[in-house]
């Protein structure tokens, strides 16, 4: 929140203007998208996106100083263009023109709706073996000659313990089995996960 910039509108600033989060169409409760003009230039690229309304050509909006001075009026109007359309919609239309823009978005947003996350490929379904087919995230950096993929779930809690013992440290079977039984490798108190005692069989 800027010093002496409203609460209401704490994205705004004496700096930027446009510099808010702007209510869309829809119902959701994060139905909203940021737009930020930096420069007179921005703001002009702006009204254009927006069709050239009339309020949004008025003298008082072509200098910052007056957009800043002016900016219940100016986000009314540009929130009465923002309210018709779709939150990537207008995210789409601003940074095609140059203008900076991002929606608001809930983590099922990122997963199923973003459209930069998913011409990159960064989440994928994968079968879990408790939850079933679940989508996680991969990774966030793409190599053109090393392509780094995630094909399998994380391992469940002690999922390879018997299989590290066993094949990497050197003990014996009976020392495992006698480590679950004496509490030494899993609390006593706690029954063994079904995948455990398949190991240990």
């Known amino acids: 929140h800027w010093p002496g910039a409203p609460m209401l509108h704490n994205y705004?600033?004496?700096?930027?203007?446009?510099?808010?989060?702007?209510?869309?169409?829809?119902?959701?409760?994060?139905?909203?998208?940021?737009?930020?003009?930096?420069?007179?230039?921005?703001?002009?690229?702006?009204v254009k996106v927006m069709g050239i309304p009339d309020w949004a050509t008025d003298a008082k909006f072509e200098s910052l100083s007056g957009r800043i001075?002016?900016?219940?009026?100016m986000d009314q109007g540009i929130e009465s263009w923002t309210r018709t359309l779709d939150k990537y919609d207008v995210m789409e239309r601003c940074q095609n023109a140059g203008v900076r823009a991002m929606p608001v978005q809930s983590s099922e947003n990122r997963v199923e709706h973003d459209p930069q996350l998913r011409a990159r490929g960064m989440f994928t379904e994968i079968e879990h073996p408790v939850l079933g087919a679940r989508k996680v995230q991969g990774t966030p950096f793409k190599l053109s000659k090393n392509s780094v993929e995630i094909n399998r779930p994380a391992p469940l809690i002690g999922q390879h313990t018997v299989e590290v013992m066993e094949g990497l440290l050197g003990f014996s079977r009976q020392e495992i089995t006698e480590g679950y039984d004496d509490g030494t490798f899993w609390?006593?108190?706690?029954?063994?996960?079904?995948?455990?005692?398949?190991?240990?069989?």
């Not at 001075?69 to 009026?73: A, G, I, L, N, V």
């Open 187 to 201: 609390p006593s108190d706690m029954p063994l996960y079904p995948y455990i005692e398949e190991a240990l069989r």
């Open 69 to 73: 001075q002016h900016q219940e009026e």
């Open 12 to 46: 705004r600033g004496p700096t930027t203007a446009p510099h808010n989060a702007y209510r869309t169409s829809g119902n959701d409760y994060n139905a909203w998208c940021v737009i930020a003009c930096f420069s007179d230039d921005e703001w002009t690229r702006l």
